[in-house]
């Protein structure tokens, strides 16, 4: 019963906790968070021209701008968001895209009182003001149409134009040291690959000229252990071939000892079969008759 209710609490927690809040959770706890900005009260802010109702405190150093609700930090490469100007920043994975509407130069249009030529008579907007009004103003192009911004006699630029100084504002951003800081641990891999392919591998050449080299070039590594092989095999039949002789020569040796043995055995092998038959003769002849000789020499007597 205690693993089934500690199962069900588990499952209950990951339906209650959102996937988003959970990642957001895990991005922040190895990322800083930016130092906090003291202000002796809520700040001002500025619209900028040419843009969608981006508005950026404009008396600080730091970067800090209020766009669609939200208030945007940029610090050390990376972007921050919040509800408030001065606390609960929450790290941003992406460059917001009102950035590259912003142009790099307002810090100096803003002390001249000038963008491109034409008095910019900029409005002071306080913080309660701009929290009660910016939607409306965003759904109705305020700035745009009614003021113009603040510019005297300006005329927006055409989208074209615009989109082109985005693509270089977006060039431009890439190319800060601070901005190419943070993607380091992110491209350290390709570098190190990059390092290493120039030492290990060579241009390849045409299969023309390779072959060429390999015509003029000599090679007498290779042609020595030929020869040597060349050698050898002269070398081992000529070695053999006493060897051979030497067996050959070895079973008529001993064919011919073992008959010159075998010969004086057969000889006193037959006469022992003579003198065996001989005594058989002998002993075969009658007793009682007598011989012609003895007849004879009665006779003669």
Do not use: C
Not at 101 to 109: A, M, T
Not at 192 to 201: D, G, L, N, S
């Amino acid at each position: 019963m205690k693993r089934i209710l500690f199962v069900t609490m588990l499952l209950a927690l990951a339906i209650a906790i959102p996937i988003p809040a959970m990642a957001a959770v895990d991005i922040n706890v190895n990322i800083s968070l930016p130092p906090a900005l003291v202000f002796s009260g809520p700040p001002d802010v500025i619209v900028m021209p040419d843009t969608s109702d981006v508005y950026l405190v404009p008396d600080i150093d730091a970067d800090l701008f209020f766009w669609n609700g939200w208030w945007w930090r940029l610090w050390e490469g990376r972007w921050y968001r919040s509800h408030y100007y001065n606390r609960g920043w929450r790290y941003y994975s992406n460059v917001p895209s009102f950035y590259y509407d912003v142009d790099p130069g307002w810090r100096g249009y803003y002390r001249d009182r000038q963008w491109y030529g034409h008095p910019w008579n900029y409005e002071r907007i306080p913080n309660q003001r701009l929290q009660q009004n910016w939607k409306s103003w965003k759904n109705n192009r305020h700035w745009e149409r009614q003021g113009t911004w603040g510019v005297q006699s300006y005329q927006p630029r055409p989208q074209q134009q615009l989109q082109e100084l985005r693509q270089q504002r977006q060039q431009q951003y890439q190319q800060r040291p601070e901005v190419q800081r943070q993607r380091q641990p992110l491209a350290k891999k390709p570098q190190v690959q990059q390092k290493i392919q120039p030492q290990v591998v060579q241009p390849r050449q045409p299969q023309e000229k390779v072959r060429q080299q390999q015509k003029q070039e000599p090679r007498p590594q290779v042609q020595l252990p030929k020869q040597q092989t060349r050698e050898k095999a002269q070398r081992q039949p000529q070695e053999l071939k006493p060897q051979v002789r030497q067996f050959k020569q070895q079973p008529q040796e001993k064919a011919q000892k073992q008959q010159q043995q075998q010969k004086p055995q057969v000889k006193q092998l037959k006469q022992q079969s003579q003198e065996k038959a001989q005594k058989q003769e002998q002993h075969s002849q009658p007793q009682g008759k007598p011989e012609r000789g003895d007849d004879e020499k009665k006779d003669r007597r």
